[in-house]
């Protein structure tokens, strides 16, 4: 986690997206909004159980409607990401984030998510995805319990 948390910083506050010079400003922006987002994400994991943790206010409604379009969706195996960005994968994905257009604030801003809930967030552990996909996964892993680990990881570490 180090490695992507020396990435961050902080938004300049006079960023304007709509007159920024280029496309590589732009996205640096973006890198540090979602860097920030997985600092935060995974600062909470170590104050709370993910299985006690509500990321939304429509948690139950991400999770139903996720179990019925992806019914066979594991949340404790490692996500291929070939496949979920593949034509088919992005069309379904797709389908499913755009039921929360209007709902959910910024659904489809970019996202950096684990590939496993077995991990940490390291450069080779780590996908780029919509924040809707993020919800979706990490709502599933919490539910399961799977993310309970950090917690308990982070509570022995402030024992020692």
């Keep these: 986690m180090e490695e992507i948390m020396k990435m961050s910083g902080p938004v300049p506050k006079n960023f304007d997206a709509d007159n920024a010079d280029n496309l590589e400003d732009i996205e640096k922006q973006f890198a540090v909004k979602a860097v920030q987002h997985l ?3 995974w ?10 943790l509500r990321l939304t206010k429509m948690d139950d409604e991400i999770y139903d409607h996720l179990k ?3 019914p066979d969706f594991d949340p404790a195996a490692t996500i291929n990401e070939d496949e ?5 994968g992005k069309e379904r994905w797709r389908k ?6 209007g709902k959910v604030d910024d659904y489809n801003f970019g996202t ?4 496993s809930p ?3 967030y390291e450069q080779d552990t780590t996908i780029f995805v919509p924040r809707m996909q993020f919800y979706a996964i990490e709502i599933a892993r919490n539910r399961a319990g799977l993310n309970d680990w950090i917690y308990e990881k ?7």
């Design 96 to 101: 499913f984030m755009m039921a929360y257009d």
């Design 84 to 88: 979920m960005k593949s034509k088919s």
């Design 68 to 70: 019925s379009e992806f």
């Design 118 to 120: 077995k991990v940490e």
């Design 39 to 41: 600092e935060t994400y």
């Design 154 to 160: 982070a509570k022995s570490a402030n024992k020692s």
């Design 112 to 115: 950096m998510l684990r590939t």
């Design 43 to 52: 600062s909470i994991l170590e104050k709370v159980k993910g299985s006690s």
